[in-house]
């Protein structure tokens, strides 16, 4: 099984900063097979890229994946408060394993 | 528009059964699979595996064989999660979810921009 370990484990940024999340692969992970999600307290997970920089209907532009092997990347260029949420990587490349999730705070 | 709604959160004691529904609309049901993703309580998402719309056939992840079971109603356009001989560690938020992309000769998209809003299932003597 593909494992998936995502840092950091929270992010604490204040608003118009840029994120970056890091989400590390214990064996490479195809560039076509690599997708991002956000989850909201309550809420179900909204995916925001996939294929590792493939942007999904309606989401920012300030929201950009990169990435390739075994590592991959997940920016939030201008951080806006409604982007507190945590954030996840997942690989569909060899089965299916989400990571641990990142929690973005704004201060 | 397409939509996945759920069945609402019901309490099960230790050993019931729960079968938890989600409607599918807004878009042809037979041209997507239908995939379960497990949530515990502050805990990070699980694949539990996905069923085929036109066979009815589950594919089911490591760990969720045995108790766990897919089925359809495609007259109804609805597909169901049971699970039998509940745990306290069952206990969790059950989503539903669709791929972004409809299959293509039995091969499916495992990356999902439709999600049902969750199914909470608590499991408490």
């Known amino acids: 099984e593909v494992e998936l370990t995502q840092s950091p484990g929270t992010l604490s940024l204040s608003p118009g900063e840029r994120a970056t999340l890091s989400c590390r692969a214990s064996?490479?992970?195809?560039?076509?097979?690599l997708a991002w999600y956000q989850q909201k307290p309550g809420q179900a997970p909204r995916l925001l890229i996939y294929?590792?920089?493939s942007g999904a209907t309606g989401i920012p532009d300030r929201f950009t994946g990169s990435g390739s092997g075994t590592d991959f990347t997940l920016t939030i260029s201008r951080l806006e408060p409604e982007d507190s949420a945590v954030y996840y990587c997942?690989?569909?490349?060899?089965?299916?394993?989400f990571g641990g999730g990142t929690k973005v705070e704004i201060k | 528009q397409v939509l996945l709604v759920q069945s609402v959160s019901e309490v099960k004691k230790p050993g019931a059964s729960v079968r938890v529904s989600c409607k599918a609309s807004?878009?042809?049901?037979?041209?997507?699979?239908i995939n379960w993703v497990r949530q515990a309580p502050g805990q990070g998402l699980e694949w539990m595996g996905w069923i085929n719309p036109n066979t009815g056939n589950p594919t089911y992840a490591q760990g969720f064989t045995g108790r766990f079971g897919f089925s359809l109603d495609t007259s109804v356009s609805t597909a169901y999660l049971q699970i039998s001989s509940l745990k306290s560690e069952d206990t969790a938020v059950y989503y539903c979810?669709?791929?972004?992309?409809?299959?293509?000769?039995?091969?499916?998209?495992?990356?999902?921009?439709?999600w049902g809003q969750g199914t909470l299932v608590p499991v408490s003597p």
């Open positions: 997942q690989q569909y490349g060899s089965s299916v394993t």
């Open positions: 294929a590792t920089s």
């Open positions: 807004g878009y042809i049901f037979s041209s997507y699979a």
């Open positions: 064996q490479s992970v195809s560039s076509s097979s």
């Open positions: 979810a669709r791929g972004r992309s409809p299959m293509v000769r039995g091969v499916i998209d495992l990356h999902f921009d439709h």
